[in-house]
Every structure is written in C-alpha cells, then in structure tokens.
C-alpha cells in the first residue's frame, strides 16, 4: 500500500460528458502528480501541484484541468470527453525531499464510450 | 530534454533465468534514474533508484541495476527469474533540481514474461 488513495477505481461515461478523479496523497505529501496511462502513448506526465500551487504542466488538454485543496487532496477534471480519452489516470505524490521517488496510486480506469 | 528508452518491449525468459532489461537515457548531466513495477491491476512502485551514491544499485525482490555513465545505461538485471516478476517495468528518469521536486518521465515499459 503506497498510502496513496484514488477514487473511483472505475468509471464508464460517454462521449461529451465530464468527469472528476479524486487523489488523496500520502499523509505529508505536499507533491501531487497525475499521468495518465494509454497502450498507445504509455506513461505520460499531466500536471503538477506542490501545495496547492500548480508547478508544471506535461502534455494535458485543454480539456482538462486540476486542481489541488487546502487538505492536498487533488482533482482532475476532464471534460467533453473523448473515446482517446479512454485511458488509466494515475496519481502520484512525493515528499519535501528532491529524491524524485513518486508513490503512486492504484489508478482510476476511465473508459469513455 | 531527459528521455529514456527500454529496448524491448516483451522480454520472456524461463523461470531460474537471469533477467536482463534494459534501459539508455539521453541527458545532458546524470540524472536521477529509476526502475518502477507494476503488476496487473496495480499502481507503480518503486524497485531502485540512482542518485548518484554508488553506480550498482540494489533494489527490492533481488533486483539490482547498474549506472553507466560512458554508455548512458541503467539496465535493470536479476540473476534469477520467479513466476512472480511477471509484471511490467518502466525505467524513468528525473532532472538533478534543488527545487524540492522534480518531474518523472517515463520509458514505454517492457513486459516481462516468466515461463515455467
């Protein structure tokens, strides 16, 4: 158990719809990551958010956002969803420490229909 | 940028086998490296890491990977294969920041395969 917590596990949606993923990251974990995770593209790098703050920005749609609370929970939110939408989203988080080591998530598989 | 390549995606070996994947990175000063697991249906975790202590690594479950600079390789190798590391592994690598966090990018992943 990496301490990393995503809901829902699954979700089923169609096209043109919205939806929200939710991470809790690690207990003191200030670093919150999300990839997303297709056969095609592999493991890519959406956003970044230390503290509430956004820090860095990977290949995420314009269609998508983030954000991340005052607790240090985080959400994605990815909107007019398309079928190549479909894909496993997941978390990440890490400590103050610059040891690049992520703890992540088991992931929320989104299958947009 | 960083980037990482793994060569191959499906490596099958026999159970008792060595096991060797591999991974090259392209950076312009030795990064941070890494080898990440991932079983079906579960997240990503840690197996080693490289950040510039000692050039052979040690990870967890018999893993071990060797940082070459001069062929900027990190191949990940255990001597002998169990029906448990059938999984998938992602090789990343992360920039030397002192910014207090640094961003992962990851290989395509290679697909290990155990056969009895």
């Known amino acids: 158990d990496s301490g990393v917590t995503q809901t829902p596990k699954h979700l089923i949606t169609a096209t043109g719809q919205r939806v929200t993923l939710r991470c809790s990251p690690r207990?003191?974990?200030?670093?919150v990551y999300w990839y997303q995770q297709s056969l095609d593209q592999g493991l890519q790098f959406l956003i970044h958010?230390?503290?509430?703050?956004?820090?860095a920005k990977g290949n995420i749609l314009e269609r998508f956002s983030a954000q991340q609370f005052p607790d240090l929970h985080s959400e994605l939110n990815l909107s007019s969803l398309e079928l190549g939408d479909s894909a496993l989203y997941f978390c990440?988080?890490?400590?103050?420490?610059?040891?690049?080591?992520?703890?992540f998530g088991e992931g929320s598989r989104l299958t947009v229909l | 940028a960083q980037s990482v390549t793994q060569l191959g995606s499906h490596v099958s070996v026999s159970e008792g086998a060595l096991v060797l994947l591999r991974c090259n990175y392209s950076?312009?000063?030795?990064?941070?490296l890494f080898w990440y697991v991932q079983y079906p249906n579960q997240g990503l975790q840690l197996l080693l890491k490289?950040?510039?202590?000692?050039?052979l690594v040690k990870g967890i479950n018999g893993f071990e990977a060797e940082f070459k600079k001069s062929e900027t390789s990190f191949h990940l190798t255990k001597p002998s294969a169990h029906m448990s590391d059938a999984a998938e592994y992602f090789c990343?690598?992360?920039?030397?920041?002192?910014?207090?966090?640094?961003?992962?990018?990851f290989g395509k992943g290679t697909m290990l395969l155990v056969s009895p």
């Open positions: 958010y230390y503290n509430g703050e956004e820090r």
């Open positions: 490289y950040t510039s202590a000692a050039t």
């Open positions: 990440a988080s890490s400590g103050t420490a610059n040891t690049g080591e992520l703890f």
């Open positions: 950076s312009s000063v030795p990064p941070y």
């Open positions: 990343a690598v992360s920039p030397r920041l002192n910014s207090g966090y640094s961003t992962l990018t």
């Open positions: 207990s003191g974990d200030l670093s």
